[in-house]
Each structure stands twice: as C-alpha cells, then as structure tokens.
C-alpha cells in the first residue's frame, strides 16, 4: 500500500513542474514581444522624422543675397487700380516750412513809455493839479505843487551870487576881477543846483526877471499818457525818491504770450501776428515779435514772446487777454505734402513712387511740421515723388499682400 501512495503522487508533482515551466517560457516570450514592438514604433519615429528634416531644410534658402532680405516693401498695382483709388503724387522739394503759431498773451504798457513821477527834494504838497487815477495828461503839463524849505534857500542863494557878479563900478582893479570871476563860479553852481532839483531854465529865468524865490515848485509830467496810479494825496509831506504817479503811454503796447519749447525754435523776431480779442468779434489787430525771452518757465514749459503792436483808441487796456496767432516761417528745407506721411505706431511711412504703378515704402525721420507741409529729416531725397493721396489704401494692399504670404 505504501508503494502505491507514492506512486500516485509523482504525476501530479511532475505535472506542477511543467505549469510552472509553461508560465516562465510564456512571460519571455511576452516579454520580448514588448520589446520588439517598442523597437519598431522608435524605428518608424526615424523613418518619419527624417523627411520632414529634409523638407524644412529645403525650404530654408541656400546662401540667400543679404540686398534681398534688406529690400523695402514695394506694392505693383495695375493702372486700373491706380485710378480706381485715386493716387497722387508730389515731389519733394526745397522750400520754407509755414506754420502759425497759436496762443494766448496779456496786454501791457510799453515799458518805454512808462515813466514815475517823483522829486529829489523834500516838502509839503500844497496842490493837486491831477487828483485821479485814470486821468489822460499832457506832456509838461502841472501835476502838482509843493513847497520845499530847502528850495526857497537854493533860489536865494542864486539870486545872491546873482547880484553880486552884476556889475556896480567901471574900475579893473585885478582883485576886483578875481573876486568877480569866483562870483560867476558861485552863480554857476547855485544854478546847476537847481537845475539837479528838476527846475527848469524856464522857471531860473523867471526867478531872475522877478528877483523873488518861489515858494511853492510845480512838478510837470514828463510824457503824454494816462495816470496809472496815484500815491500822493494833498497836504501829504513826500521826501526825495518817493513815487507820486505812474505814467503811462498806451499809444503802443506789449503782449506777453507764452509759447511752448517745441514751438519756439521757429519764432523769429520780426515776424507777423495776428490779435483777436474775445469781446471785439471780427476785429483782426496786426502785431509784431519784438523779442524772445531767455527763460523757460520750468511749471509750464513755455517761454514768454514779446509783440508790439499799435493801440487806435486806446481800445486795449493792461491786463486784457487776446488770442495771439504767430506767422512763423522757417529757413530753406526739404519739405513733403503732410498728407504724404502715413503714422504706424512708433514709425512714419512715406510710399515713393518709383515707376508708375510701383509704390515703394520708406521710413522716414521728421523735423518741422507746417500747416500743409511737413519737413523730412531722413529717407527722401529731393526730387523723389512721394504719393500723397490714396496711400492708405496702398498700405493696406501692403499689408494683406505680406499677410498672404
């Protein structure tokens, strides 16, 4: 019984055997299949890469002309094209660039033809001649009189040395001679004295005809206009230098009009302008540029131009605004029709007529800029003709043209 037992359980080890052998053989084989099929999948990756290598190679250009990369863009247009949007040239050409510049300007008195009225001796103000602000007076006209201890003594003095060079006797005795030739020096110096305190010779040859010094000096104006201010009342005591009126000329005026920097390098002295005040409607006043300041003002970037310009009427007052309009004309420059410039973004563009039909693009660098026309620093030559009317829509065949490709 016991053989029999363990014959019976040597198949079925041997059968154990064998499945685990099948299963080991079965996970090769499964393996190296894996493995052969990643092979081939890598190898067709290489077989596909490589043409396309070879495609993007040949359309890369082979040892390409550097003149052709650089080239401008140039559009062909058939003539039926042309006429149908209707381009236009011009040549570029040599002229002056006109431009009007346009701001506002305060009026004010000329400054010479304003003049202060005061006296280099002190006294007492016994009349006013002239007792309002806003009074028109003539030039030499009274404004005023005062009274002056120290000129009544100044007058007395003169007539003094007067009469002591008057001659008494008929005698040359040599210190007679000498003591009236210092009399004449004495005379002589009090009479420039008065003449330094503002009397006239008028006035000293009164004084010698009457032999009787004035109590009282009247100050005159010295120049025809209107009394800008007052600073003198009567009765009031004034001393020397102070100021007692303020005169004005306004036959003539300033306007101070303030011009912004880039503006100012074509503002020339000597230039036209034209004023427009606001509450004269349709009234036009001619001007002029008299000068150009030398600062800027650093809060509002502008400088200050002084015009002249003539008041009929006395219709402009001090501190009235007006709209000022400069004529500025700039030197000899190589100038295109503003509407030739095309602006894109950061660049400027100009289309050059070439040959008719064939429109070739240009960046361009700009200077002056004028009411019509437009100056051109660098990429026009003089003589080339420049497209100045259909050039958008030459652009804009340009564009769908390079997007195409």
Not at 157 to 167: D, F, K, M
Not at 279 to 307: H, N, Q
């Amino acid at each position: 019984m016991s053989k029999k037992s363990c014959r019976s359980l040597n198949p079925d080890r041997e059968n154990h055997i064998v499945t685990i052998i099948l299963r080991t053989v079965g996970a090769v084989f499964l393996l190296a299949s894996v493995a052969v099929t990643a092979s081939a999948q890598e190898h067709a990756g290489h077989q596909q890469g490589a043409p396309a290598q070879a495609e993007k190679k040949a359309d890369q250009p082979v040892n390409a002309p550097a003149k052709e990369q650089s080239a401008a863009p140039t559009v062909v247009l058939s003539p039926d094209k042309v006429q149908l949007i209707g381009v236009r040239t011009a040549l570029a050409e040599i002229r002056s660039v006109d431009r009007q510049v346009r701001t506002v300007g305060r009026i004010e008195p000329d400054e010479t033809k304003l003049a202060f009225v005061n006296t280099k001796i002190g006294g007492w103000v016994k009349k006013l001649y002239v007792s309002y602000t806003g009074d028109r007076v003539e030039k030499s006209q009274p404004l005023l009189s005062i009274y002056s201890p120290d000129l009544v003594t100044a007058q007395e003095e003169y007539l003094l040395a007067l009469r002591a060079v008057r001659p008494t006797h008929s005698h040359s005795d040599q210190s007679l001679e000498e003591v009236e030739a210092s009399g004449k020096e004495l005379l002589e110096s009090a009479k420039r004295r008065l003449l330094l305190w503002d009397i006239t010779p008028e006035q000293i040859a009164e004084l010698e005809k009457t032999g009787k010094p004035r109590t009282d000096m009247v100050i005159q104006a010295p120049l025809s206009g209107i009394v800008l201010d007052k600073m003198v009342l009567e009765g009031s005591y004034i001393t020397p230098g102070m100021n007692l009126y303020k005169i004005a000329d306004l036959s003539d005026v300033w306007i101070i009009a303030d011009v912004y920097e880039y503006e100012v390098p074509i503002v020339r002295v000597g230039q036209e302008a034209r004023v427009t005040l606001p509450y004269y409607s349709g009234e036009t006043l001619a001007a002029k540029v008299d000068f150009i300041y030398p600062v800027l003002d650093p809060v509002s970037r502008t400088v200050k131009v002084r015009l002249t310009m003539h008041n009929p009427g006395l219709a402009l007052k001090p501190d009235m605004f007006g709209n000022v309009e400069i004529m500025a004309s700039s030197g000899p420059k190589l100038v295109v029709p503003a509407t030739a410039v095309l602006f894109s973004g950061l660049h400027q563009i100009i289309y050059v007529e070439k040959k008719p039909g064939v429109y070739e693009m240009r960046q361009v660098t700009l200077g002056l800029r004028g009411e019509d026309y437009v100056e051109v620093i660098k990429g026009i030559n003089k003589g080339e003709r420049v497209v100045t009317s259909g050039n958008f829509l030459i652009d804009s065949e340009s564009q769908l043209r390079s997007g195409g490709q």
